[in-house]
C-alpha cells in the first residue's frame, strides 16, 4: 500500500521504516529541512537498535522523504499522522500540529484517504480532525479518520513495533478498518516473521501479532490509560520501596512476591529514580486533564505524579545522607539517558539529578554510552564528560548509578574500588546484589533495599542481639 507519515520524530521515523519492512511504499514527511537533507544522506538521527539497518534497507526504494505533505497526500491512501503533540502550560497536549496537519490534508484529499492518528492523543481529537477536514471542504465520503496507537519503547523501538503485544485499531467505518487491517497483514498473518531477513525476534513476542478493533475513542483512550497504568505501577512499586526502607525489608524480595501473580505481573515493577522520558510525565498529565475536561477528577493520577517527583528528592536526600555535604564533593555519575539504550535525555531524572548536585557544589563526572553529545547540547560546561563508567569513577567520592544502561550491571568490581577516592556506590537501578558489593568492600545504598557495608553487616542489622 501507498502510506503517508507526517513528522519524523521517534514514531514516525520508525514506524516509517518498518512499514517500508513490512512491504509498502512510504513517504515520510516533515518540514525541517535539515532532518529531511540528513535523512537522505543516510544519517540515522537516533540511536535505535535495527533502525539504521532499516533505513539502509529502504532509503530511496521503498522509503522516501519529502517536505510536500499534499503531494504526499495525493499519491498515498493512508496518513499516519505522528507529529508531536507536547505539553501545555497547563499541562493539556498542544494539538496545533495535529490541527495544522489536518488543515494541509483537506487539500490533498482527491479519493477515497485514512487518516490516522499515530501521535499520542485526547480522547476527542479524532472527532476534531474529521470536522477541520470537513470544514475545508472535503467530501465526507471520500475520507474516514481512525486512531492507531503506538505502544513502542525508545531503545526497543523497531522489536515492538514489528512483534507487538497487540495492535490497536480505532475505526468507526468497515471500510477504514479494512484498509488498517491489510497494512497490519503481514504481522497478523505471520508472513512478515518467515521472511529470511526479518529482524529477529525478541523475547516473549506474541506470534502472530493480535490486532483488536475498537471504535475511535475507545483506541485514543486505549493509549492514554496504557501510558498512565505504567506509570502507576511505577509509582505504586516505588512507595512500596519507601516502605521497605523504612522496615528494613527487600524490594525486591517483594516484587518477586508479587509479580508471580499473573494478575499482576513483573514487569514495570523496578523501583528507582522514578519514570522520565519523553511520554510518561507529559501523558500522565495530558491523561489529567482530559479527565477534567470530561467531568473527571482523576486523582489517581495526581498521586501517581507527587510520588515520582518525591523519589527524585529521596534519591538526593540519600546520596546526601552518604556523603554528608555536597559542596566540593567529586561524583561519578553513570547515565545520563532516561532509560538504558536510547540517547534520549528529554525529562530524565538522570539529568535532574545531576542538576541539583551541581546547584548543591558538587563536581559532576559523567558517563553515558549513547547521551553525552545531547547533553552537551543542553548542558553547561560544568559537567566533565568521560568515555568510560571507569573514568566516571577515578577519584570520585562516591559514584551514582543513574541510568539502567545494561553495561553499568557488568562492571568489574575490583577496577571500580580501585578507582574511586572512597567505595561508595548510590545506585538509583538496583543493578547490584548489596551483598556482593558489600563483599568486594563497597558501602552500597540502593533503592528499598538496606545500605549494605564492606564488613557484611547490613545498615541497622542486629548483631549480637543488638541494633549494628
Ligand atoms: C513508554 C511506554 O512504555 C511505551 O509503551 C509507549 O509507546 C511510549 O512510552 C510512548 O508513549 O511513546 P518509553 O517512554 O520509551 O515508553 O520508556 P519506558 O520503557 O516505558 O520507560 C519510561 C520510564 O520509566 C524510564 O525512565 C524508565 O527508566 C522508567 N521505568 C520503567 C522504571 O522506573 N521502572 C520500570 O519498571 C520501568
Known amino acids: 500500500m501507498r502510506i503517508a507519515v507526517v513528522g519524523s520524530g521517534y514514531v514516525g521515523l520508525v514506524a516509517g521504516a518498518c512499514f517500508a519492512d513490512l512491504g509498502h511504499d512510504v513517504i515520510l ?201 505504567l506509570a502507576m505501577k511505577i509509582s505504586f512499586i516505588n512507595a512500596v520501596a519507601c516502605l521497605c526502607e523504612s522496615v528494613e525489608a527487600n524490594v525486591n524480595q517483594v516484587v518477586h512476591g508479587i509479580g508471580t501473580d499473573s494478575r499482576i505481573g513483573p514487569r514495570f515493577l523496578n523501583p528507582g529514580i522514578g519514570y522520565g522520558g519523553s511520554c510518561f510525565p507529559k501523558d500522565v498529565m495530558a491523561f489529567r486533564a482530559v479527565a477534567r475536561e470530561c467531568g473527571y477528577e482523576f486523582r489517581l493520577l495526581d498521586e501517581v505524579m507527587r510520588i515520582n517527583e518525591e523519589q527524585r528528592q529521596r534519591f538526593l536526600r540519600k546520596v546526601r545522607s552518604a556523603l554528608w555535604t555536597l559542596r566540593g564533593k567529586n561524583l561519578g555519575v553513570l547515565g545520563l539517558a532516561f532509560k538504558g539504550g536510547t540517547d534520549d535525555i528529554r525529562e530524565s531524572p538522570a539529568i535532574f539529578l545531576v542538576q541539583a548536585l551541581l546547584q548543591e557544589g558538587s563536581k559532576v563526572t559523567a558517563y553515558d554510552p549513547a547521551a553525552t553529545e545531547r547533553t552537551q547540547e543542553v548542558m553547561n560546561s560544568s559537567i566533565t564528560f568521560v568515555n568510560s563508567a571507569y573514568e566516571a569513577a577515578h577519584n570520585a567520592d562516591a559514584l551514582l548509578i543513574l541510568t539502567e544502561w545494561e553495561e553499568f550491571s557488568n562492571l568489574d568490581l575490583k577496577r571500580l574500588r580501585q578507582e574511586l577516592r572512597y567505595p561508595i556506590v548510590i545506585d538509583g537501578r538496583n543493578l547490584y546484589d548489596p551483598d556482593v558489593m558489600a563483599g568486594q568492600g563497597f558501602t552500597y545504598y540502593s533503592v528499598g533495599r538496606a545500605t549494605s557495608h564492606p564488613d557484611g553487616v547490613p545498615a541497622g542489622a542486629l548483631k549480637n542481639g543488638k541494633k549494628a
Open 29 to 229: 514527511v516533515d518540514n525541517d529541512q535539515k532532518k529531511l537533507a540528513a535523512l537522505r544522506n543516510g544519517e540515522v538521527p537516533i540511536h535505535e537498535k535495527f533502525l539504521p539497518e532499516l533505513l539502509g534497507r529502504h532509503r530511496g526504494q521503498r522509503l522516501n522523504f519529502s517536505d510536500d505533505l499534499q503531494e504526499a497526500v495525493r499519491v498515498s491512501s493512508v496518513i499516519f499522522v505522528a507529529v508531536g503533540t507536547p505539553p501545555t502550560q497547563s499541562g493539556e497536549a498542544d494539538l496545533s500540529y495535529v490541527e495544522s496537519v489536518a488543515l494541509e490534508i483537506s487539500g490533498g484529499i482527491n479519493g477515497y484517504k485514512v487518516i490516522v492518528e499515530k501521535s499520542t492523543v485526547p480522547v476527542y481529537t479524532s472527532e476534531w480532525v474529521r470536522k477541520i477536514i470537513l470544514r475545508n471542504g472535503a467530501d465526507p465520503e471520500m475520507f474516514d479518520v481512525a486512531s492507531n496507537p503506538e505502544f513502542l519503547r525508545e531503545g526497543t523501538a523497531v522489536t515492538d513495533f514489528l512483534f507487538p503485544d497487540r495492535i490497536v485499531i480505532g475505526c468507526d467505518s468497515e471500510r477504514s478498518a479494512e484498509v488498517l487491517r491489510k497494512i497490519y497483514q503481514p504481522l497478523t498473518d505471520g508472513t512478515y516473521y518467515e521472511k529470511p531477513d526479518a529482524i529477529p525476534q525478541p523475547d516473549r513476542a506474541s506470534i502472530p501479532a493480535p490486532i483488536i478493533v475498537t471504535s475511535t475513542k475507545s483506541a485514543e483512550l486505549i493509549k492514554h490509560a496504557s501510558n498512565a497504568f
